[in-house]
């Protein structure tokens, strides 16, 4: 593994911090892949997608016949705070607080990553979790949302869990701790929504 890790910083032109950016992990960490530390799962997949990015030939030598506007390819994603994500006025936006990316294999080049830190509205089996999200996915009910409401200026964006009620056009959003009740909201209360379309433990570092 040390090995590997060398030879794919070596084909990436990369020192130790600017690998970890790709990987979303600590310059720390990579030195512990460099001494033979094994990588946990997810980082693993990173490193294989980057892998076979540096072997396979660039855009450019691909007809533009063949190319589309959206493929699954291994984006840097930005990383984000509840509270950072909160303060977007909606999900398309840049996202200039972001201080970490984080590789990840994506078609929507606006997906961005928010970190599930320990709090009152975290369950445990999720705290220190990431959750991807992708404002350009289908919702349906019952997926994990994450969701901003109007008139809590200042506030964390909130996890939930959807379901539509179609006759008023209005939803449930139901928290992932049960002693928190749901929120019922109309469609006017809802400043921005988009779907959560994995989560992952990941080493922050």
Same mark, same amino acid.
């Given at each position: 593994m040390a090995e590997r890790v060398r030879n794919l910083r070596h084909r990436l032109r990369l020192g130790r911090p600017?690998?970890?950016?790709?990987?979303?992990?600590?310059?720390?960490?990579?030195?512990?892949?460099? %001494? $033979? #530390?094994?990588? +946990?799962?997810?980082?693993?997949?990173?490193?294989?997608?980057?892998?076979?990015?540096?072997?396979?030939?660039?855009?450019?030598?691909?007809?533009a016949a063949e190319r589309t506007p959206a493929q699954a390819v291994l984006r840097l994603i930005p990383l984000l705070?509840?509270?950072? %994500? $909160? #303060?977007?006025? +909606?999900?398309?936006?840049p996202k200039p607080a972001a201080v970490k990316h984080l590789a990840f294999v994506t078609e929507d080049v606006h997906s961005f990553a928010l970190r599930l830190e320990a709090?009152?509205?975290i369950p445990q089996d999720l705290e220190n979790s990431l959750a991807i999200v992708s404002p350009s996915a289908r919702l349906?009910?019952?997926?994990?949302?994450?969701?901003?409401?109007?008139?809590?200026?200042?506030?964390?964006?909130?996890?939930?869990?959807?379901?539509?009620?179609?006759?008023?056009?209005?939803?449930t959003?139901?928290?992932?701790?049960?002693?928190?009740?749901?929120?019922?909201?109309?469609?006017?209360?809802?400043?921005?929504?988009?779907?959560?379309?994995?989560?992952l433990r990941y080493p922050l570092g």
């Open positions: 600017q690998l970890a950016v790709r990987l979303g992990v600590s310059r720390q960490y990579i030195t512990k892949l460099e %001494a $033979g #530390a094994m990588p +946990s799962k997810p980082v693993l997949l990173l490193m294989e997608h980057l892998e076979r990015a540096a072997l396979s030939p660039g855009p450019a030598s691909a007809p705070s509840l509270n950072q %994500a $909160g #303060a977007l006025v +909606s999900p398309a936006t709090g009152s509205e349906r009910n019952g997926d994990f949302v994450v969701v901003r409401l109007r008139g809590d200026a200042g506030g964390p964006a909130l996890l939930r869990v959807f379901h539509s009620q179609s006759a008023d056009q209005s939803a959003l139901t928290a992932l701790r049960p002693e928190i009740p749901p929120m019922h909201v109309t469609r006017e209360q809802i400043r921005w929504m988009v779907p959560v379309v994995a989560t």
